[in-house]
Structures are given as structure tokens and as C-alpha cells.
Antibody, heavy 118, light 112 residues
Framework: QVQLQESGPGLVKPSGTLSLTCNVS????????WSWIRQAPGKRLEWVGF???????ELNPFLGNRVTISVDTSKNQVSLTLNSVTAADTAVYHC????????????WGQGVLVIVSS | DIVMTQSPDTLAVSLGDRATIRCTSS????????????VSWYQQKPGQPPKLLIY???TRDSGVPDRFSGAGSGTDFTLTISSLQAEDVAVYYC?????????FGQGTKVEI
């Protein structure tokens, strides 16, 4: 059974960097396209971007050049880095896996709440 | 970006009754090469991540009860729960994976 577990600081200061890791178990990280999806309080789910182990990556333009998603095959992990955060980046961040480049999300992590505040 | 709009925002249904949620897309979600609709549906219960119910508009994921069904094509889609059970209380989201950035509907809360 595929399990995803996000981890990282729950509190980040404004203008700082948000760094999260998603640990994948029950499957090889090479088998899926990995996305990060966030949900701000009271808002709809928002796709941040995806990455595949080959380096094939696509990011949501609304975040500009602030975001990086990478896949670490040696650790079977997926990472998210978001720079220059503001209060608008406060959200629950989920990692999710899909079998193909343009497919649904088969597996979701529980999510981690990240609050941007001084 | 493709905008996904769900209706209603909240749906109150009696146990055993039918619940229907509508999702409208701002652009067609049919992929011409395979004639499939690139829309999926998720169920999210409080404190849990979303769970995949339906993909390609009408294909139930493995293990999903057959009281859940999806229909539609092009820009108009529906998720139907044929006989609402207590455990179906949740927020339901549609999502398009036809064109990036992938986008979700605002969610429909189903309550008893």
C-alpha cells in the first residue's frame, strides 16, 4: 500500500523559505508523477506543481519562480521549496502521486499545515 | 487557467436519497486523441486528505462503492450518490487534468 508522509516546519517567517519533504513508502518514487497541492483556510485545493524522477517538471505559473519541486530517488522522497513566503502561502500542503503526466491523483499524503507568521 | 465551478456549494440530503453534484468547466475537457474526459472526483472527510472516487469522468476507482457514479462530457459533469449513507458526509471536489495548471472546483459539502 502506497503511503505518503509530509514533514517540515509548521511555522515560517514572512520572506523566509518553506521547505517540505514527502516520504514515499510502498512504492518506488520512480513510479509516479509527484505533485504538491495546497489548501488555504476556506479556499479550494490549489495545484502547486509536479515533478517526475527524470526531471520532467511543471509548476503552476501563479507562484512565479518561487517554487522548486524535486524527486530524490536515493531517499524515495519528494521535496518542495517555496521562497519569499507571505501570509498568503499559509495552507495545508499535500503531496500526491499520479501514474501519468496528465492523470488523476491516486495517492495523497495527510498534509502538513504551514503557517507564515512572524 | 481552466475554471471549475461546482454547484451547489452545500447539499443537504436525507439518508437513502440521491445526491447529485454538478461541475462545469470553462473549457472542454475532452482529449481528442482518445476521446476521454480528463476530469476526476475526490471525497474529503474532515481531517483526512482527498480520496479519489472517479477518473475519466465516469470510471470508479478500485474499492469505491457502486452508489457513486460520474457522468458528463465536454464541459458539464455530475457526481451522483444514488443512496446517501452516513459515511458519505464529506466535501466533494472535481478536478481537471486536461491542461496545466490542474485546477479544482470550490468543493460541495454534502450533509445529512
Amino acid at each position: 500500500q502506497v503511503q505518503l508522509q509530509e514533514s517540515g516546519p509548521g511555522l515560517v517567517k514572512p520572506s523566509g523559505t518553506l521547505s517540505l519533504t514527502c516520504n514515499v513508502s510502498g512504492a518506488s518514487v520512480n513510479s509516479y508523477y509527484w505533485s504538491w497541492i495546497r489548501q488555504a483556510p476556506g479556499k479550494r485545493l490549489e495545484w502547486v506543481g509536479f515533478s517526475f524522477y527524470t526531471g520532467d517538471t511543471e509548476l503552476n505559473p501563479f507562484l512565479g519562480n518561487r517554487v522548486t519541486i524535486s524527486v530524490d530517488t536515493s531517499k524515495n522522497q519528494v521535496s518542495l521549496t517555496l521562497n519569499s513566503v507571505t501570509a498568503a502561502d499559509t495552507a495545508v500542503y499535500h503531496c500526491a502521486g499520479g501514474r501519468g503526466r496528465s492523470t488523476w491523483f491516486d495517492h495523497w499524503g495527510q498534509g502538513v499545515l504551514v503557517i507564515v507568521s512572524s | 487557467d481552466i475554471v471549475m465551478t461546482q454547484s451547489p456549494d452545500t447539499l443537504a440530503v436525507s439518508l437513502g436519497d440521491r445526491a447529485t453534484i454538478r461541475c462545469t468547466s470553462s473549457h472542454s475537457l475532452v482529449y481528442g486523441a482518445n476521446n476521454k474526459n480528463y476530469v476526476s472526483w475526490y471525497q474529503q472527510k474532515p481531517g483526512q486528505p482527498p480520496k479519489l472516487l472517479i477518473y475519466w469522468a465516469s470510471t470508479r476507482d478500485s474499492g469505491v462503492p457502486d452508489r457513486f457514479s460520474g457522468a458528463g462530457s465536454g464541459t458539464d459533469f455530475t457526481l451522483t450518490i444514488s443512496s446517501l449513507q452516513a459515511e458519505d458526509v464529506a466535501v466533494y471536489y472535481c478536478q481537471q487534468h486536461h491542461v496545466t495548471p490542474w485546477t479544482f472546483g470550490q468543493g460541495t459539502k454534502v450533509e445529512i
